[in-house]
């Protein structure tokens, strides 16, 4: 989805961009067991989504990398595939969205094509990367190597800038935060009648990956029966966009229990779309949500926030497009154009 977005902006900017999406080689059984893994098993090599090409190079890999040296070296070695696939076509800059273990192929081709490159940190290569034996060198020596690091919010990009030896360039650019003006909507106060009737709770992650923590969605959702309301929790996996934005207008609130994320996403989103926001305090949710809606890892808080939320609504000074400014189209194309015209000046 990131990536997705970004090719998008690139366009609009006027870039002749084509993706390569090294994946591990994996066999059917192996991606039902994981969920962020969908389509992996059966993806072709060569495709086009919304009239970009895309490539898809294979690599080798186990579970967790207990051998980092391995998966790296495999996906190094698929640049003369790339280059092959690629014939004659070479782009001006290499953008590289996350650093383990694909920066090594964006490495190797930055390094045959005498071209500059940008690594993109989302989350995972500083969240989970540097607390893997083995793996966390690879990530370091990535985000060094690279022309420029960009992070998607100013906590990755602190953890960068904290090392001993921290890359040359560091910059915080977010993701872009884009919704068609059919799904805007103003965060009103709930209209239904104070717990007589049932409300829905949005937990807008699949529910099979551990980190987004669903067992705590669940218990906050029980505290607020006990309280006396009548509650129905909806979850998303892997939903079109359209149906996302549907499912974030028709639930009363949407509630975030992630041990980890970069912006969310989901968040702003959910805002935009007239949905309150109740979530731990992960990620960078305190710099644009209501100090009543960001409460403790604890089911009876984030209870007391959503009631807080149906009550209240949006109550702040500043819209919320003026608090999710710094992602929005204009702020997020000029970043990038900026920084890209910098490093083939």
């Known amino acids: 989805m990131f990536v997705e977005d970004h090719v998008r902006l690139l366009l609009e900017l006027g870039c002749d961009v084509k993706v390569v999406n090294p994946l591990p080689r994996m066999p059917r059984y192996a991606e039902a067991r994981r969920s962020t893994m969908m389509g992996v098993a059966r993806a072709p090599k060569r495709w086009k989504h919304g009239g ?84 966390r060198d690879h990530v370091r020596a990535s985000a060094r190597s690279c022309d420029a690091l960009v992070c998607a919010s100013d906590r990755l990009a602190s953890v960068a800038t904290a090392w001993p030896t921290p890359p040359d360039r560091v910059q915080t650019i977010a993701c872009v935060t884009e919704i068609h003006e059919e799904w805007h909507n103003d965060i009103s106060p709930m209209r239904k009648s104070w717990k007589k009737e049932p409300i829905d709770i949005l937990f807008p992650s699949d529910p099979r990956r551990p980190e987004k923590r669903h067992l705590l969605a669940l218990q906050t959702g029980e505290v607020m029966e006990q309280r006396g309301w009548m509650v129905g929790v909806t979850s998303l996996r892997h939903q079109p966009r359209d149906i996302v934005y549907d499912r974030m207008l028709t639930a009363d609130v949407t509630l975030i229990t992630s041990r980890r994320e970069a912006g969310p996403l989901v968040a702003r ?41 149906l009550r209240d609504g949006w109550k702040e000074e500043d819209t919320v497009e003026e608090r999710l400014a710094f992602s929005n189209k204009e702020t997020v194309s000029r970043m990038w154009r900026e920084l890209l015209a910098s490093l083939v000046s």
């Open 52 to 135: 970009v090409e895309v490539l898809v190079p294979r690599f080798f890999a186990l579970p967790d990398h207990p051998y980092p040296r391995l998966t790296a070296s495999s996906v190094a070695r698929r640049a003369k595939w790339v280059e092959k696939q690629l014939a004659d076509w070479r782009p001006d800059i290499i953008v590289c969205h996350t650093l383990w273990p694909v920066a090594h192929l964006a490495q190797q081709l930055a390094s045959r094509w005498k071209r500059p490159w940008v690594g993109v940190v989302h989350g995972f290569d500083f969240d989970v990367g540097l607390s893997m034996k083995g793996v």
């Open 269 to 309: 989103e959910s805002l935009i779309c007239g949905t309150p926001v109740v979530s731990v305090d992960v990620g960078e949710v305190a710099r644009y949500l209501p100090a009543s809606w960001v409460r403790r890892d604890d089911p009876e808080a984030l209870a007391d926030g959503i009631e807080a939320a």
